[in-house]
T-cell receptor
Framework: DGGITQSPKYLFRKEGQNVTLSCEQN?????MYWYRQDPGQGLRLIYY???????QKGDIAEGYSVSREKKESFPLTVTSAQKNPTAFYLCASSPRGGAGYNSPLHFGNGTRLTVT | DAKTTQPTSMDCAEGRAANLPCNHS???????VYWYRQIHSQGPQYIIHGLKNNETNEMASLIITEDRKSSTLILPHATLRDTAVYYCIVLSNTDKLIFGTGTRLQVFP
């Protein structure tokens, strides 16, 4: 079955450590996205990529980094510069981005990161 | 980016229709309206989307007003498993799907 896999489901880190969250899709989608969700809040866009080797900052990119070396993979690194890293992180993909384009996002089931 | 406004929460009796409203008065002519839902601690699930015409699929119906400034998601026969947060989203011209805080729908027996 095609889908998006995020791993691990739960992740614990000490403050000051970088941590990388995995996101893999086998849907052959061009576009991939990372969102962050805090308790009781909606989703906020961190980074997105419409094509391999290219990505753009979202609304809250500070303290995060990404890479898009392969079409199916879009890992997110939460750096020590991110002041409040504890959150629920969601990865998504779509066939293509673009205003008015008929392409719903498909989401993974998220990684819950706790930094203490 | 076009913004959406939704009620914070709604209740619905099991077996009845759930009608979830959304305002998007600044929507542009080529922007789609999307609906997603999120059950606690899971990724959002796509429900339906539309541009101008009303749409229906196996999950729901989407009614978009003629001026496109608002829409309504209809779950025709709500079940307890439909309890979730429902997001109405307009796809922006910067290729970013902007989520608001959504409507928390509680379906009760």
């Amino acid at each position: 079955d095609g889908g998006i896999t995020q791993s691990p489901k739960y992740l614990f880190r000490k403050e000051g450590q970088n941590v990388t969250l995995s996101c893999e899709q086998n849907l052959n989608h061009d576009a991939m996205y990372w969102y962050r969700q805090d308790p009781g809040q909606g989703l906020r866009l961190i980074y997105y990529s419409q094509i391999v080797n290219d990505f753009q900052k979202g609304d809250i990119a500070e303290g995060y980094s990404v890479s898009r070396e392969k079409k199916e993979s879009f890992p997110l690194t939460v750096t020590s510069a991110q002041k409040n890293p504890t959150a629920f992180y969601l990865c998504a993909s779509s066939p293509r981005g673009g205003a008015g384009y008929n392409s719903p996002l498909h989401f993974g089931n998220g990684t819950r990161l706790t930094v203490t | 980016d076009a913004k959406t406004t939704q009620p914070t929460s709604m209740d619905c009796a099991e077996g009845r229709a759930a009608n979830l409203p959304c305002n998007h008065s600044t929507i542009s002519g080529n922007e789609y309206v999307y609906w997603y839902r999120q059950i606690h601690s899971q990724g959002p699930q796509y429900i339906i989307h539309g541009l101008k015409n009303n749409e229906t699929n196996e999950m729901a119906s989407l009614i978009i007003t003629e001026d496109r400034k608002s829409s309504t998601l209809i779950l025709p026969h709500a079940t307890l498993r439909d309890t979730a947060v429902y997001y109405c989203i307009v796809l922006s011209n910067t290729d970013k799907l902007i989520f608001g805080t959504g409507t928390r729908l509680q379906v009760f027996p």
